[in-house]
């Protein structure tokens, strides 16, 4: 019964031991990689404590929002998420940090030859997508619009990794995926004419929870270290 | 008879009882019942794909599952607990890793799969089947594990009664055994029918997901959460009184 | 012939058989409890492996150790009869005894009537009673017409009041039909009423065979005397004088010199409350252990030295009381005394 007790007083004073020196990162996790990074660099300039990664699919991040979940600080992958969290939370505005392209995203080597995303149109091959709820899957939707290709996936992804893995496998023959994730490896790209091409929109929204120091993680990321930050991964400014 | 349970002990079954209890009635508390109909009316294709996938992974999981069941439970041979382990990894699994696990030996470039491609053109990944594999792969452990139950608990002397009347071992096994285990077997078939209705990790990472040949229900109400969270509520509602009902009619069979 | 040589393990017991049988005779196979006979039975049906030895049967082979030969069960022509009848619960009665004859529903309805169960085919095992359920699981193994027949204490789970008309009802069955036929009992009435010769079975050995006649007059061990009703002494007796072996002396009017066993019926046993006087030669002075009043009789237990029980009218046993020293005479001519 004493052990319990103790039990859950930790668990309670875990919850409670974040607000004031710990700033919680929610992210989509096309972001994931970069995050971490970003995480270092800003803790180097303002030590005031950690900073906590909390990496999801964007719809997750939503619902997490919406239900209270102790972010203070989300990176999303598309303006409309971050509209939808600013909305929700009612505090900081939508900024627009970093831009990103899409990209074909075919076996090492690129066996099959693949060289626009009209060649994704051939029935014979396995093309594997995100899925429309989720943010690279709408620019996909975007891009084939765009592109005036029908494609029937195999398969519509729950995230942007999960495509990059099914070809890193060698179980799809191509994906669409976004330029940034050809830098995990395992894989070739094919790029998209930027005719075509969507840009992509990564947006920084504070959290009425993260306070000032909330705010001041994102003023970070538009800044020259911040944004030296994206450009290493890959990103667009 | 209540005043035999001590205090501790009910105290702490309410705990439980909350606790399992209150996040469904939160569900029930949030569906919209108006467009309840509706919503369950959009999603008639991962209904369709989820009733087919169910029904035959659960007969894929009773033909496999209670010869299984059988043999581990009057088997003699030497590493029974081994084959009794390989064939619950499933249950302690975590339903991605099962998929992973899947992938890894049944899609295209694994040793299995890759086979399978060659020699007859099949893939699995991506296709009902492979849905109905993966369902499987998580269904066979339950089934088993109440097979083996039930027929451990039929009285060997009736087998040998039954021997001595000229039944041999499959005889024994069609007259004897699976009448006397039916109750334990309609239980498993119940249980492990529920836990294939379920199948979402094992499901989107090896067949994937696409509406119409491998979105299941589950699938279905999962990327609904993003698009009409009440719809996903409703889905959620509908697969929750099919498991109660499963659960319902299970335990009636299994505690007798 | 039915030969069996053989010796079979189950956990720490073992069983060492030689029986041999005509099917010309019923056997009953007496003993106490945990002897081993149920062992015996289930050994013979094929569903408890011998380590050591054969079981032919009538030319055929059933098991031979040595030659690693062994048939299982269904291949035996054999026709067991557990305890409680053990019928399949799930199956109506006519089912179960459908069962051994690829459901022929005519032969099981015909074995049925032959035992007055007509009306029950349809009634399923739970609904029987046990003298019900025991004749249903005989008609189940009658109707395969077995070569070997084996009832397993078939009356044990009868009630008092039908146990004899169900016993006239094996015994007219047993008769009349040929093939060996081996029942297991610890009742001796039992024995007695439905075998043509017993077999007695002690500590997984069989200690004795003959009719129950051969039993009664010349018991070769204690379990054996005891179930006649017998005194029963071991010992060494020279000119007619037998040292018993737990002590105590007893004069015998006929006894070989050597080793021998000595039995006195307890109705040859007289118990005074003074001295007696006259012929008997026998006489010692003992304390009345224990008195047990039967049906008709009073079995009254001395020790002394000697051990011995007295069978006595009610009348005879009025006078006595528990731990009263009373005076116990036999005649030599009631010591029965043979090689042993």
Redo the contacts between chains.
Sequence with gaps: MQVMAAALLVMVAGACAGPDSELVLGVASSLNEVSADLAEAFSAVSPDGDVQLSASGSQVLVSQVRGGAPLDVVLTADAATAQAIAALDGWGDTVRVAGNRMVIAVAEGNPLGIEAVSDLANGELTIVVAASEVPAGAYTDELLRRANVRLIPASNEASVRGVLTKVRLGEADAGIVYQTDLLVGGITGVPISDAINPTVDYYAVALESGGSRATEFVEFLLTSDGQQVFAKHGFAP | MTRQIPTRLAALAVVGVLLVSLPLLGLLARVPWTGFLGDVDDATQALQISAVVSALATLAAVTLGVPLGWVLARGTFRGRTVLRAAVLLPIVLPPVVSGVAL?ASL???GPVGGLLDDLFGI?L??TTAGAVVAATFVAVPFVTLVAEAGFRGV?R??E?????????PWRRFR??AI??A?PALAAGVVLGWARALGEFGAT?TF?????GR??TLPLAI??E???D?EAAFSLSVLLVLVSVAALAVARRSWVR | MLIGAFTSQRGSFSLLVEIEASPEEIVAVVGPNGAGKSTLLRTLAGLHPIETGHVRVDEETWEDAAAGVRLPAEHRSVGYVPQSGLLFPHLTALENVAFGVGGDEAAARDALERLDLGSYAAAMPESLSGGQTQLVAFARALVRQPVLLLLDEPLASVDVAHRSAIRRLIRRELRDRRGYRLLVTHDPVEAAALADRVMVMEEGRITQVGTIDDLRTFPRSRYAAELVGMNFFRGQAVGGVVAAEGGGTLISAAAPDGPVIATVHPRAVSVYSTQPSGSPRNVWHCTIAAIEPSLDQVRIHVTGPIDLIAEVTPAGASPFVEGQPVWVSVKASEVMTYEG
């Design positions: 992938l899609g295209r470039s893939t990944p991506f009285d002397e009736l040998d009664i039954a021997a001595t009347l000229g039944a041999g007259r004897v009448p006397q039916a989107i067949a994937g997901n696409l509406p491998t979105q999962f990327f959460l993003e698009q969270p």
